[in-house]
């Protein structure tokens, strides 16, 4: 039963991942805010099954599914406080949801992208590239995550850019699968041990690192890679794999959440050899985990961190060879890059745990707030 007494917030999302979803659950939860979700699911093409959305708390209602008349009715009744519009592809659905909401509403735009995700070319492109000026238009405010993502938003016509995490992770599940992993864990085989999580896309580059692995005679036998994470670039991996006998690669699918956190406990380092990465929240939750990242320039969450934390070895490109000489450079100086990462890490989870992140939403709407508990 709606309540109009109580703090009401409209969550515009062209996709919803866990983590979105992780992080208006807080809000609800410390800050007493009910919060609708006009979103769509992300496509259960995942790394790992929290990437697709729930729908256990909260008014949800899907754009594919939903008539105009439907979308009026859920925006206006009752009026929200305010309007957060996440995603890098507005609709038109999107925009005519905030045509409906009254202009004094404060609108925050939250999206972790940058001037490539705008492609492909054509009238899609310009079509999104209109509507994310017409949202920039309407926001009161972006909220960026830092690096590109900032010039993004600034291209696209953010008059105030707020540096603020627009994802939220969850370290108590976390931890509760890395103590599982610790119990079951495996001694090491004298390989250095590198964790890749991600879809398995030509945007991460992987097929290419791993040939480029498999070709170093030095390498290949002293790194075993596990690879957490689904898509249409497995068949290629698991060409490789059985073309080079030597080199360690273990290829584990989709892996569910309660499992995450294991897989960090068992690896010496993150590695992310993307091409296209505008944030990738997988760096955060490594190094709030106490665990070293390797990764390509281009990975906005490690080029963001690597200064504060001095546990990010960044290659000078996502050049598999130059991915390969940042290896190097782990490997020469590995106890220095564990010892800062367990460093960072009570500074990592108190910017980016769910309650530090859901706090700060909290007092961007409610400068007054400072609710800690609920």
Known sequence: MKNPDRRNWLVLAAELSGYTYDLFETV??????????????????????????????????WWETAGWSEIANFVRDPPPDAIFVYGNRPRLKMAYALVLAPRSVPTFYAA?????????????????????????????????????NRQALQALGFPRIIDLPVYAVDFDALDLG????????????????LLIIARLVPEKNLPAFVSALAADPVLRKRVRLTIAGEGPDRPALESLKRRAPDLRVDLLGAVPRANIGSLFTLADALLLPSRFEPWGIVVVESLGMGLPV????????????????????????????DMLAAIQTFLSRQPEFSSCAGAAMPDIRSRYGRQAVAQAHLELVYPMSRRTSS
């Open 28 to 61: 609800s939860t410390l800050g007493g805010v009910d919060v609708r979700l006009l979103c769509s699911p992300l496509v259960p093409q995942s790394s790992f099954q929290h990437e697709q959305a729930k729908r256990s708390s909260g008014s949800c209602l």
């Open 178 to 193: 890395a103590k599982r992993g610790s119990e079951q864990s495996e001694a090491h085989t004298g390989r250095l041990n």
């Open 112 to 148: 972790d992208t940058n001037i490539a995700a705008l492609h492909p070319a054509g009238w899609k492109t310009y079509a999104r590239r209109f509507a994310s000026i017409q949202v920039a238009m309407r926001a009161k405010a972006a909220l960026s995550l830092g690096g590109s």
């Open 294 to 321: 390797i990764a390509s320039p281009v990975v906005g969450a490690a080029a963001s961190l690597a200064d504060a934390t001095q546990a990010v070895v960044l290659a000078r490109s996502a050049d598999p060879q």
